[in-house]
Structures are given as structure tokens and as C-alpha cells.
């Protein structure tokens, strides 16, 4: 069975610091990592994923298949940062479910 | 582009009583899902829908909940009878194809089973 763990509920930076959201998972075929986000009042969105390698809004996250990790990383947080993150797995039986984290609550202070 | 919609955003019952919440997809969209979001935890999947047939529903307690898709557009989830432990928010999503990381969430219904 597939499972995400998320190891910290809550993340607490200040502005300029840099951030690392912790994301392990647990899974026997070749998966396919997500971040989602959901910033206060708004939907549950996707922020990035694995495959594309890309940098949205500063963030980064980098697949450590050795470590069965997949670490969501800026180097200097805003205030608007703060959100709800969390990480996704798609796999299962036939590829195609998509398991989420527990979540990780950030605040970047002022 | 419309995003998913989804009603009622907030429903109090008592215990043992019944509840349906509905969902409109991202239209084309042929995959549908409805997430459990318990306070404090991540999603988990209730049940998958491809257009309208059921691709996964192994984590569905079949015995009070339902859910169906017909005409493949436009899903209603069903909890009958409603335990305490059912309080959560019932999350929509939907996406284009089968097996697509990103999914398109709506905006959630929030139960509150007193």
C-alpha cells in the first residue's frame, strides 16, 4: 500500500528564511510526486510536480529515490507563502490514485 | 473556465440522519473524485469516478455511504445514517483524463454530524 507521511504539522519561519516542507512516502512502484497548496479561503490547488522539474512561485522539490523523499524547498519565504501544503503520491493499482499527506501547516512571520 | 461546484458548502444534521452533497465537475472532465477531509488530516479518496462508471471505491464504507455519476457529468454523494465520526469536509475534484496528478478541487462541504 501506498503512504505519504508529512512528519511536521506545523512550520513556523520568518520572512527571508528559507523553507523546507518534509515529504516521505512509501511505495513499491515508480511514483509520481505532487505538492498541493491551499492558501487561506481558497481551493486545494496543485503547486508543482515532480516530473516537470520546474520552479513555481520560488519553490522547488527534488525526488530522492535513495531517501523516498520529496522535500519542498524556498530559500527566503514571503508572508504570502503561508498556506497549507501538502504532499500527493499518484500510484496504486492501476497508477492512477492520487494519496495525500497529513499536511504542514506554514507560517512565515513578519 | 467554470471550476468544480459543489453544494451544499455547509450541512449540520444529528446522528442517524441522511445527507447528500452534489457536484459539478470542470466540464470534459471524465474523471471524478470525492475526498474525506477529516480536521487535521490530508484527503483521502472516497471514490473514483471515470466518466460513469466506478474505477475505485475500495475506501467507500459501502454500508452507509453512496455515490453515483449518472449521465457521466454531475456526482451525488450520499451518507446514510450519519455517524459522529462522519464530521469532515466532503472534497470534489475532478480531471481531465485518468491517472492526471492534477486534480481540480471545489471549494468542499463542510458536515458537521452533532
Known amino acids: 500500500a501506498q503512504r505519504v507521511t508529512q512528519p511536521e504539522k506545523l512550520l513556523s519561519v520568518f520572512k527571508g528564511a528559507p523553507v523546507e516542507l518534509k515529504c516521505n512516502y512509501s511505495y513499491s512502484g515508480s511514483p509520481e510526486l505532487f505538492w498541493y497548496v491551499q492558501y487561506s479561503r481558497q481551493r486545494l490547488q496543485l503547486l508543482l510536480r515532480?516530473?516537470s522539474r520546474e520552479s513555481i512561485k520560488g519553490f522547488t522539490a527534488d525526488l530522492n529515490k535513495g531517501e523516498t523523499s520529496f522535500h519542498l524547498k524556498k530559500p527566503f519565504a514571503q508572508e504570502e507563502d503561508s498556506a497549507m501544503y501538502y504532499c500527493?503520491?499518484?500510484?496504486?493499482?492501476?497508477?492512477?490514485?492520487?494519496?495525500f499527506g497529513g499536511g504542514t501547516r506554514l507560517m512565515v512571520k513578519p | 473556465e467554470a471550476g468544480v461546484a459543489q453544494s451544499p458548502r455547509y450541512k449540520i444534521i444529528e446522528k442517524r440522519q441522511s445527507v447528500a452533497f452534489w457536484c459539478n465537475p470542470i466540464?470534459?472532465?471524465?474523471?471524478l473524485y470525492w475526498y474525506q477531509q477529516i480536521l487535521g488530516q490530508g484527503p483521502k479518496l472516497l471514490i473514483q469516478?471515470?466518466?460513469?462508471?466506478?474505477?475505485?471505491d475500495s475506501q467507500l464504507p459501502k454500508d452507509r455511504f453512496s455515490a453515483e455519476r449518472l449521465k457521466g457529468v454531475d456526482s451525488t454523494l450520499k451518507i446514510q445514517p450519519a455517524k459522529l465520526e462522519d464530521s469532515a469536509v466532503y472534497l470534489c475534484?475532478?480531471?481531465?483524463?485518468?491517472?492526471?496528478?492534477?486534480?481540480?478541487f471545489g471549494e468542499g462541504s463542510r458536515l458537521t454530524v452533532l
Open positions: 469516478f471515470q466518466n460513469n462508471g466506478v474505477v475505485d
Open positions: 500527493a503520491l499518484l500510484g496504486g493499482n492501476a497508477g492512477n490514485m492520487l494519496t
Open positions: 515532480h516530473i
Open positions: 466540464s470534459g472532465h471524465a474523471t
Open positions: 475534484a475532478s480531471s481531465l483524463v485518468r491517472g492526471a496528478g492534477e486534480l481540480f
